[in-house]
């Protein structure tokens, strides 16, 4: 199957500094990708779609200023936290379809961010 | 707006039992469904798709899942589980041919010894 592979895999971070992740598509060419926090005990909700050379579509009530997204290439998305408190403390995941269809969304390892 | 909803947040069961996962999701005219898998702070891992056709769907390390259209069901089932096994089990639901996965709240699969 293809592959996504997201770096770092955990990070700790001081309050008030940015944390850069980073969601590559190895194997194929990913024009769309999508971003996940996942909560504790809770499911996986999307934060925001990251469209390859234009801005990306954040869900509603994510803020666009603190988590910042770049899609400079086909392969590659990146997500910042900006100024992160300990309330950005989560797991965040990223996916993306393979051009061959929408019947499958293949996920990166997920990133643990830790905020002290 | 389509949701997922899966009933049980922990499921304990013995080795070499079976095991069934549920899941119920909102109407919808086309719908893709989808098991995922993952383990402690990994990514999740695509354990079967129900796409079209058969109802029944089998997917990898034994689990199968059955769509019911009737009962807007996917319920995941594994005749003998294992410790390997033990992890959080994710209940998705897309739009056909659209890209936005509504995941249900996980069920963690606890395999006892």
């Known amino acids: 199957g293809a592959v996504v592979s997201q770096h770092p895999s955990r990070v700790i971070c001081k309050s008030g500094t940015s944390v850069k992740i980073e969601c590559r598509s190895l194997?194929?060419?990913?024009?769309?990708m999508f971003w996940y926090r996942q909560f504790p005990k809770k499911s996986l909700m999307l934060m925001a779609t990251?469209?390859?050379?234009?801005?990306?579509?954040?869900e509603q009530g994510v803020e666009k200023d603190k988590f910042l997204i770049n899609h400079a290439s086909l392969t590659l998305s990146t997500l910042t936290v900006t100024s992160a408190h300990p309330e950005d403390s989560s797991f965040y995941i990223c996916?993306?379809?393979?051009?061959?269809?929408?019947?499958?969304?293949?996920f990166g390892q997920g990133t643990r961010l830790t905020v002290v | 707006a389509q949701s997922v909803t899966q009933l049980d947040s922990q499921v304990p069961v013995f080795e070499e039992a079976p095991v069934e996962l549920r899941c119920n999701y909102s109407?919808?005219?086309?719908?893709?469904l989808f098991w995922y898998v993952q383990y402690p702070n990994q990514g999740l891992q695509l354990l079967l798709k129900?796409?079209?056709?058969?109802?029944l769907v089998k997917g990898i390390n034994g689990f199968e899942a059955e769509f019911n259209k009737s009962q807007t069901s996917f319920h995941l089932r594994k005749p003998s589980v294992h410790i390997s096994d033990t992890a959080e089990y994710f209940c998705?639901?897309?739009?056909?041919?659209?890209?936005?996965?509504?995941f249900g709240t996980g069920t963690r699969l606890k395999v006892l010894a």
């Open positions: 996916s993306a379809f393979h051009p061959r269809g929408l019947d499958e969304a293949f």
């Open positions: 194997d194929f060419q990913a024009t769309t």
């Open positions: 990251s469209n390859e050379g234009s801005k990306a579509t954040y």
């Open positions: 109407s919808s005219v086309s719908v893709y």
């Open positions: 129900y796409l079209s056709g058969s109802t």
């Open positions: 998705a639901v897309t739009d056909s041919g659209t890209y936005k996965y509504i």
